[in-house]
């Protein structure tokens, strides 16, 4: 999966969490370089990857963690987060 628009992001979290176990995570950057490889442009892209995770986690689709906490979508701050399957995610 490739592109460059902001729609690409919700598709590729949820392929990606397809792929893992259903208890494990991924990390923003996955996703990053999931549509952006090249360096500098995934890097641009993380941003708008964290917006989307905090969108996809209040509609219940995501959670969002930092170590065993689970963050409130709209009070990430900065700092590492990962992002699991939440009670809404998609089935396949």
């Known amino acids: ?4 628009a902001a729609g690409d992001i919700p598709a590729a ?11 494990a995570s991924i990390c923003p950057s996955d ?3 999931h549509l952006a490889p090249e360096a500098g442009v995934w890097r641009a892209r993380m941003p ?9 986690a209040r509609e219940g689709c995501l959670a969002i963690t930092r170590g ?3 963050l409130d979508p709209d ?3 900065k700092g590492p987060i ?4 939440g009670p809404r995610f998609p089935p396949a």
């Open 31 to 33: 996703v990053a370089r």
């Open 75 to 77: 009070a990430l701050g």
């Open 48 to 56: 708008d990857v964290r917006v989307v995770a905090a969108t996809l």
């Open 82 to 85: 990962r992002l699991r399957r």
């Open 68 to 70: 065993d906490s689970t």
């Open 1 to 4: 999966m490739t592109g460059n």
């Open 13 to 23: 979290i949820i392929a990606l969490l397809r792929r893992r176990a259903p208890d």
